[in-house]
């Protein structure tokens, strides 16, 4: 018997029953959707990972921290063992880091709280100064007629994320956008807004007078300094409403020149706040970063740089670090939902071969006068194994086209990673695990069809004959 008559009769075997046929095909396409829909989620936040450590510049990047400075410095150490670093991160230390070996480029970041007034609204935001070529490698994607803030002036013009407004609330009632699920009646693009950056300095005025001082006075009775409000208006605002997760969501981005020159002629004379200052609490005269980001011409010596700067006295983090953790927990993430959906397949082998066996019982006789006809062992046990392998390559192929829809629903709903705060699809089906769920289906239900195959082949022509 050769493999067309084989195939020809096995098909004709399942059509036979046609509803038991579908019922065991309904259960490997719902185990096989449980596990490609489980493995997508798990893969998909995969790659948005993958998209935010390139747009935060790629495994051949390092930031770099030294001595406080700005108000969000976070130091990130191989597990938690790192200590801050006392250095500070002046222009003459990005310009020691940028004449490493192997260094392509050195570029300074500052980063700092602020707070934002316009009418009756008050808000607060990450405002992050970069040079020019730092804040155009950022790819931020503006809305139409946007542009980039224009280095070499006197004024901040500033880049607003698309969930800046999301920030601002009531001063009287204190209620925002999350409270009330309204929008306060702010246009970014053409309002002019106040900038204050001396957070501290206006959160103290706005408390009131202790008991006995006289308005504006402190408790040591020093009079409190008037806080300086900057008349800014946006060069470009992140395009997407605040339903949409967009790289810079939260921050305000400007230009590093210029908000030195603001700071140093607000604060004249006194520490910029954020700044490290000495221990009488007098500034220094040089300005303080709060990060450096290095560039290294290859990522195979990424950990020799990096051994460089901590033997300097600063700290040092890579996304190839970041990278290595994310994906030990994204792997176990994917193995406890593959898991999970691995549990329905199971069900559904057990539901193919509950059906092999079925068929045995009902086509003893068959089986008996297929022998005598001289049909060999062999070909009935493949006879089998093909109708098992057939089941699990339908139900497998029905199992891709429900994940797929499945999987474009959850990105709809989830506003393609949006609401999850992450940008990117949520579910994410790659062309291999296609190929490899209906492979692992087929593979399943052949498996599944193994021990009915053997008792078929086993079955005594005669006494299958006779049986009635």
Not at 141 to 169: C, H, M, R, W
């Amino acid at each position: 018997m050769n493999w067309m008559d084989l195939l020809r009769m096995s098909s004709s075997n399942l059509k036979r029953r046609k509803l038991r046929t579908f019922l065991t095909v309904l259960g490997v396409m719902i185990g096989t959707t449980s596990i490609v829909v489980m493995i997508s989620l798990g893969l998909g936040l995969q790659e948005a990972m993958y998209k935010e450590i390139e747009m935060s510049g790629g495994l051949n990047t390092i930031s770099v921290t030294g001595a406080d400075a700005g108000s969000s410095m976070v130091y990130y150490g191989d597990e938690g063992t790192e200590e801050k670093s006392d250095k500070r991160l002046t222009d003459a230390a990005v310009a020691e880091l940028s004449k490493l070996e192997h260094v392509v480029s050195a570029t300074p970041q500052y980063e700092m709280s602020v707070v934002l007034l316009k009418g009756g609204y008050e808000g607060w935001a990450e405002l992050v100064a970069l040079p020019p070529e730092a804040l155009k490698a950022l790819n931020l994607d503006l809305a139409e007629g946007g542009k980039l803030p224009q280095a070499g002036t006197s004024n901040l013009e500033l880049v607003y994320g698309n969930g800046i407004l999301t920030n601002f609330y009531e001063k009287g009632t204190g209620n925002g956008y999350y409270d009330t699920g309204e929008l306060p009646d702010i246009d970014l693009k053409k309002d002019t807004i106040f900038l204050i950056l001396d957070q501290d300095g206006y959160y103290s005025s706005q408390e009131a007078p202790s008991f006995g001082n006289e308005e504006g006075s402190d408790e040591a009775g020093s009079t409190s300094r008037k806080v300086q409000k900057h008349a800014v208006r946006a060069s470009g605002v992140v395009s997407g409403d605040v339903d949409t997760w967009k790289t810079g969501y939260y921050n305000i981005y400007c230009d590093l020149d210029t908000l030195k020159q603001v700071l140093k002629k607000e604060f004249s004379g006194r520490a910029i706040p954020g700044q490290p200052t000495t221990k009488s609490g007098k500034p220094y005269k040089e300005f303080t970063y709060s990060s450096v980001q290095v560039k290294v011409d290859d990522t195979e010596l990424v950990d020799q740089v990096v051994g460089e700067i901590r033997a300097m006295g600063y700290n040092a983090s890579t996304n190839a670090e970041y990278m290595e953790s994310a994906k030990k927990q994204m792997a176990m993430i994917q193995a406890v939902l593959g898991g999970i959906g691995a549990v329905s397949l199971l069900v559904a082998a057990i539901g193919i071969a509950n059906t092999m066996m079925m068929s045995i019982y009902e086509r003893t006789k068959e089986i008996g006068v297929i022998k005598v006809l001289g049909c060999s062992l062999k070909n009935i046990k493949q006879m089998f194994l093909m109708e098992a392998a057939f089941i699990g390559l339908i139900g497998g192929a029905a199992g891709m086209i429900l994940s797929f829809l499945i999987s474009a629903i959850i990105n709809v709903l989830t506003g393609h990673g949006a609401a999850m705060g992450i940008e990117g699809n949520i579910s994410y089906i790659p062309i291999w695990l296609v190929f490899a769920a209906m492979g692992f289906a087929m593979f399943v239900g052949t498996a599944a069809g193994y021990f009915p195959a053997l008792r078929a082949m086993r079955l005594s022509p005669l006494a299958a004959i006779k049986t009635e």
